[in-house]
């Protein structure tokens, strides 16, 4: 009887042992599905409906979704209608202040778009090439309307456009980011990576230089040959620029992992949360989305340009640094290939002011450290050059009033 009873004890402390062990097995199960990324969860999901995904209900209901999360998930996307607005207004009233106006309106959210779609493309490859993707569709919008906007002649436009944008940038947005965050986080100054801001503070002085010599070769009538000398100086800086840009992006990409291994140790909070977010819609979905908003903007473009009647636009959406090292010299080249003389020759006043305002913006980030005092600087500076260009008057157009 106790042998008995000591195997059934055994048998039954080993059922224990074995009903403890696939309790332990289905908590570790949930605890590693629990640590599976969300987009391959989204991935792994995408894989259960097998061959049903190809089905005619199933690309529908794909197509419906992509559209939702594309146009009704931004309050932004109010605006989208302003677009075929301009459109209908240009047939049938002819008026071109509202066509300018609804077109300006119906390009906002398109490039704030263009701008996700690229973003949810950049899920699904590997860092160089999203970095890549961020770098070429970052200012769109910007090339887009210069392109246009040089098709139609309009070359000091493309300038002041341009110029308009990279000091709205440097000024006003960063001087917003910097209150902002100053004003959220006042009880201790925001760090930020000093390497990098020095990096760009840098190509922006190398763009500055690149304006300011083809200016003094024309203010000071020291050219080689009249005519000729100016325009040919701005091929040679812009190409010599976009060289400097493609080198810049390949060592912002080869530097990438060091940073990131940098933000894991400063902010571990703020690192699982670029792991744990995923791509709102599929990679093809991303690729076909960019391809038309680029030609719904590069349509509206051509609307807005053709209403222009001596308005410069400045779209403040990319950076300072990919406008004055990449869509600047794009001009340039492009308007060497199809034959429009447009070159780096501003005026000595657009000249200085961009010149004084990297001085600015270098000066307030030397340091690594940034609060709502500096900030509040760089938005009065902005305020200061508004005021200066709204009382001046540019040379170009008192030319051709005269002509």
């Given amino acids: 009887m106790g042998s008995t009873n000591n195997l059934r004890m055994l048998g039954f402390n080993s059922k224990l042992e074995m009903k403890s062990s696939s309790v332990k097995s289905m908590i570790e199960l949930q605890d590693d599905s629990r640590a599976i990324p969300m987009s391959t969860t989204r991935n792994l999901s995408s894989l259960k409906g097998g061959p049903e995904l190809f089905g005619t209900n199933s690309a529908w209901n794909i197509m419906k979704a992509s559209i939702k999360t594309a146009f009704f998930s931004d309050k932004i996307n109010l605006l989208l209608p302003c677009g075929p607005l301009a459109m209908l207004v240009d047939q049938l009233a002819h008026r071109p202040g509202w066509v300018f106006m609804l077109s300006l309106l119906g390009i906002i959210p398109l490039a704030e778009r263009l701008g996700w779609a690229t973003e949810q493309l950049v899920f699904y490859t590997v860092p160089t090439v999203g970095g890549l993707l961020n770098a070429t569709f970052g200012n769109a919008t910007e090339l887009i309307i210069s392109l246009f906007a040089m098709k139609q002649g ?18 006003l947005v960063l001087g917003c980011a910097l209150f902002c965050g100053g004003i959220t986080h006042h009880n ?19 763009a500055v230089m690149a304006l300011i ?33 493609v080198i810049y992006i390949f060592f912002l990409l080869t530097n990438q992992k060091q940073d990131y291994a ?8 703020a690192s699982s949360d670029i792991e744990e977010s995923a791509a709102d819609i599929s990679k093809w979905e991303s690729i076909i989305w960019l391809g038309l908003l680029t030609l719904f903007i590069s349509v509206l473009s051509e609307y807005l340009v053709n209403a222009i009647e001596d308005i410069s636009l400045g779209v403040a959406i990319g950076s300072s640094t990919q406008i004055s090292m990449f869509v600047m010299p794009i001009c340039v080249v492009v308007g060497w290939m199809t034959g429009r003389p447009i070159d780096l020759d501003f005026e000595p006043f657009e000249t200085a002011t961009l010149f004084m305002t990297v001085l600015v913006v270098a000066f307030m980030l030397q340091e690594g450290t940034s609060n709502y005092f500096k900030g509040l600087m760089l938005m009065l500076c902005y305020m200061i050059v508004a005021a200066s260009f709204f009382v001046h008057i540019d040379p170009a157009s008192i030319q051709d009033n005269l002509q």
């Fill in 213 to 245: 010599f083809p200016t003094l070769l024309h203010v000071t009538n020291t050219e080689l040959q009249i005519g000729t000398s100016v325009l040919s100086l701005s091929r040679f800086c812009s190409c010599i620029m976009l060289v400097a840009y």
């Fill in 262 to 269: 940098s933000l894991k140790e400063d902010s571990p909070t």
């Fill in 188 to 206: 201790k100054e925001q760090m930020f990576n000093r390497s990098n801001a020095g990096t760009n503070v840098g190509l922006l002085l190398m």
């Fill in 154 to 171: 309009m070359l000091r436009l493309v300038q002041q456009s341009l110029l308009g944008s990279i000091l709205s940038n440097m000024l």
